[in-house]
């Protein structure tokens, strides 16, 4: 379950001003730099911590409703913290059909969590997301930035194994591919 028993992990990290001011630095601490302030500090937390927006709104002299405007208008911002790998299922419609949802209750199921949700030890987000771009490979799902296409329900506790004890889902996919190859 995660933290809080409502899917809202409360943000523990926080920010070192000193990490956030070598952000701004960085941009000029010009306003106009904002997303791509905000992308650094998302890539280096896993999520916005308002310190970091306060403290961005303060050396910039940026309006921090405006902040907060950028950081829910995008979906890669997240002001949730985000687990070291995000899973996101694809419910697109050609996954939609292959059984996505099964796929996705499947992960829930495995990770005791729904989607939106982050374990408490921030290893892991749960996501459903609209479309990955690879219908032909349905139904479709992502650890971080590996891709794993023809995942059913009945894979997805062999795949979480893998991660877990590997750190990817596909390694011995592809080592055993290597393997059955050089068999031939």
Request: aromatic residues 6%.
């Amino acid at each position: 379950m995660s933290a809080g028993g409502n899917g809202a992990v409360k943000s523990v990290i926080v920010p070192d001003t000193l990490e956030v001011d070598a952000i701004v630095d960085r941009w000029g601490a010009n306003p106009e730099f904002a997303v791509e302030m905000l992308q650094d500090v998302q890539k280096h937390y896993r999520h916005l911590p308002k310190a970091a927006l306060e403290r961005i709104a303060e050396r910039t002299h940026a309006d921090l409703a405006r902040l907060y405007h950028i950081a829910t208008f995008f979906k890669a911002f997240s002001l949730k913290p985000r687990g070291e790998t995000v899973i996101q299922v694809c419910t697109g419609t050609a996954c939609h059909v292959q059984g996505a949802a099964r796929v996705l209750d499947a992960f829930g199921r495995e990770l005791k969590l729904k989607p939106g949700e982050t374990t408490p030890d921030l290893k892991y987000s749960l996501e459903g997301v609209r479309c990955l771009g690879c219908c032909g490979l349905a139904p479709v799902v992502t650890f971080g930035p590996e891709l794993v296409g023809g995942v059913d329900s009945s894979k997805v506790g062999r795949l979480m194994r893998r991660h877990r004890k590997t750190g990817s889902a596909i390694a011995q996919q592809a080592k055993s591919a290597a393997t059955e190859g050089a068999d031939a």
